[in-house]
């Protein structure tokens, strides 16, 4: 993507989108667009500004964070914006339930700075989801729970096999660049195969992607550690 990266700001504390806005400001790629100090006033925000990334809490007034997520993914127009879920709050429900709804990203409110604006700048290029390792296990736990049903034939009968392996290496976290040097190919062919693993499996971005790798047990919780 070209230009500052455009950001809103959801969080219903004030001094927490203060101290984000001072972090934020002094970044020459990254410009806050809005704010929203509840959900509704989050997909409001959205739709005035249509930003890159929403920094959204899940606590929210009004609307919580992860319903607002589903109504951003779900607006036309807004299908660019990439959400990431920042919380207090670990548990295996909001992370899975946050990524199922549409965020690109979970991250917890004590991450350092740079690890924030990490976060913002690989969930608004859509390169890959935005999770420690603990999350990744606690994905896996959770869709291995409230998943088992899935049939993984069934969802993954539409994928190449090429698809397939690709589909595995985003499911680990890995860039495009690693998944070719993985599988040997250009970063432009790998690409092209998440992007036509999305389209078959109607996924909104590589988030949900990893999320469907977990689901039908392409990926485990042993194999993404």
Do not use: W
């Amino acid at each position: 993507m070209t230009g500052a990266v455009r950001v809103v700001l959801a969080d219903d504390q004030v001094l927490v989108r203060t101290g984000f806005r001072v972090l934020l400001d002094v970044e020459d790629d990254i410009e806050v667009v809005g704010e929203a100090a509840t959900g509704a006033e989050a997909i409001e925000r959205c739709r005035e500004s249509r930003p890159d990334v929403v920094l959204m809490d899940i606590r929210m007034p009004v609307l919580d964070g992860i319903e607002a997520t589903r109504r951003i993914a779900a607006i036309p127009g807004l299908e660019q914006v990439k959400v990431l879920i920042l919380t207090t709050y670990d548990t295996e429900e909001y992370v899975f339930d946050a990524l199922e709804a549409g965020a690109g990203g979970f991250l917890l409110k004590d991450a350092g700075p740079q690890e924030l604006l990490h976060a913002i700048r690989v969930v608004a290029a859509g390169e890959a989801l935005l999770a420690p390792k603990i999350t990744r296990r606690l994905i896996a736990q959770f869709t291995a729970s409230r998943m088992a049903h899935q049939v993984a034939e069934d969802r993954l009968g539409v994928l190449t096999q090429r698809e397939r392996e690709v589909l595995a290496l985003v499911g680990t976290g890995l860039s495009n660049a690693e998944i070719g040097a993985s599988l040997s190919l250009s970063p432009a062919t790998a690409k092209t195969h998440v992007s036509r693993a999305m389209i078959k499996l109607g996924a909104r971005d590589r988030a949900q992607l990893v999320v469907i790798a977990y689901q039908t047990g392409l990926v485990s919780a042993r194999s993404a550690t």
